[in-house]
């Protein structure tokens, strides 16, 4: 069960995000890089990612001043759709004020801009238990208070496609010359004026430039399709360096031509595009190496609750076009597997774990948020891990194999299944917030509601133009 803090609005805690800012520490940091723009950026329950720009020098004036940076944003915005229709139950009434967090300031995504990520907070100072980067935070403290602390590492996988203005559609398809994965072919081109290969140099520069130094970057199966390599970061930073790289990337694309896509399935024929998250637990005194009753224990909970955490990480219907077996996509049993690409976990090394289950599509401080809590859950309860390890895609294994493994259930077969599965999941919602599970639902219900009458290839056309 949650605790009873969890429950009702709170002041903010002394150590966090929401600590008033170091005034001089950002003055500095502002005149030696000299921005005209801040972005302060927030995600929203449909996964559309807003931002509001403030002049830098009303920024410089309000700090001089002693006075904190608070934008007034409508409560409705963490209560629409994609098209700024508002679901059912909320209104156009009430503000709250998005705080800037300036742990997370970095430069970009443009020159002359920086970025910062926001929490929201009642206008009488009180924390906004639907904002989801909150609840990301409250999560980690609750898991803290537990012993247990986390690096998460994220891959970013996107599409890039050309820019056609006067063609039938758009953006077209990248000319590929046998696009496959890790091939070097794709690169040939390296260094020419207008290809992707010379965007994708700029990327990285850009990406270093504001202290995202990657780890990798390679071509992956699609069209187009590439992956770069996040380093570690503990979760709440990992989310922020997450949503900040893809600006970027987008960004720094867009300029030169390409719109990036975080589409699930953009291409049928292909294989899709995920985010696949690098969990590592770790006691509270540093140590990684945690004992493995403790990890096990912690995706044991993982495990456990994964039906209804899916609805978290696949959070779009066009995530389910992905979600299959045999494609390199984690498939669709409850399972796990030492290095193993077809099972929703992939254990790599002790605690290290690849968290397989998760598109682009997907907020992802909710998505960690609902990760962490079932695994914290998992931890508190001593859950032992009953699922064996398995070495094959568990699609091909027989029934009886399966169940000699403890595999016996499946992932949702859909959006509209997940949340189902959510709406029964009373520990999962406990140790989220309740409130934010309603929204969410009522979020989602919405936005199948409004595609649903779409065909398949127009509704792949409005998820393309919108991520």
């Known amino acids: ?38 972005r302060v950026y927030w995600m929203d329950y449909a996964s559309s990612s807003k931002c509001r720009l403030v002049p ?70 009180l924390e906004c238990v639907l ?27 996107f599409v890039a496609r050309r820019e056609t203005p006067d063609g039938p559609e758009k953006y077209r398809p990248i000319h590929h010359d046998r696009h496959s994965w890790s091939t070097s ?38 069209p187009g399709q590439y992956e770069i390599v996040l380093p ?64 096990e224990s912690f995706y044991a909970g993982v495990l456990k609750h994964l039906r209804a955490i899916s609805a978290f990480t696949y959070s779009s219907p066009a995530s389910y076009e992905r979600a299959v077996d045999g494609d390199w996509a984690g498939g669709r049993w409850v399972a796990w597997g030492a290095q193993n690409r077809e099972t929703p976990l992939r254990k790599i090394d002790e605690s290290h774990w690849e968290f397989k289950a998760l598109d682009g599509m997907a907020n992802p401080y909710l998505a960690v948020a609902a990760i962490l809590a079932a695994g914290t859950k998992g931890v508190v309860d001593k859950a032992p891990l009953a699922l064996r390890n398995c070495e094959a895609d568990p699609a091909s294994l027989t029934e009886v194999q399966r169940k000699g493994l403890g595999i016996t259930e499946r992932l949702p077969r859909s959006l509209e299944e997940a949340l189902e599965v959510l709406q029964t999941e009373e520990d999962l919602a406990d140790a989220l917030h309740p409130d934010v599970v309603e929204r969410y639902i009522g979020t989602k219900k919405a936005e199948i509601a409004f595609l649903e009458p779409m065909g398949p290839e127009e509704r792949r056309a409005w998820i393309l133009e919108r991520y």
């Open 232 to 295: 570690p970061f503990e979760p709440l930073k990992a989310c922020d360096t997450l949503l900040h790289a893809r600006q970027i990337i987008e960004s720094t694309a867009a300029r030169r031509g390409f719109r990036m896509t975080l589409h699930p399935k953009p291409w049928a024929d292909a294989c899709g595009t995920a985010s696949h998250a690098h969990v590592s637990v770790g006691s509270g005194g540093g140590d990684t190496a945690t004992p493995s009753h403790g990890y």
């Open 56 to 125: 830098i020098k009303q920024v410089c004036r309000a700090l001089k001043d002693g006075k904190p940076i608070a934008l007034s944003i409508t409560k409705a915005s963490l209560g629409v759709l994609q098209t700024d229709a508002m679901i059912p139950g909320v209104t156009a009434t009430g503000v709250y004020d998005l705080h800037p967090d300036w742990s997370s300031v970095r430069l970009g995504p443009v020159p002359g801009h920086v970025s910062c990520y926001g929490e929201f907070r009642r206008v009488d100072g």
């Open 131 to 157: 904002c989801p980067r909150t609840l990301l935070r409250r999560t980690l403290e609750e898991s803290a208070a537990r012993g247990l602390r986390f690096l998460v590492g994220f891959e970013i996988e």
């Open 1 to 38: 069960m949650a605790s009873n803090s969890r429950r009702a609005c709170t002041k903010p805690s002394e150590d966090t995000a929401a600590k008033p800012p170091d005034s001089e520490w950002v003055l500095r940091w502002l005149e030696k890089y000299q921005p005209k723009w801040l």
């Open 185 to 222: 072919r794709v690169l040939a081109d390296w260094g020419r004026e207008g290809s992707l290969a010379t965007v994708l140099d700029e990327m990285a520069d850009h990406l270093d430039a504001a202290g995202l130094a990657i780890q990798q970057l390679h071509a992956e199966s699609a």
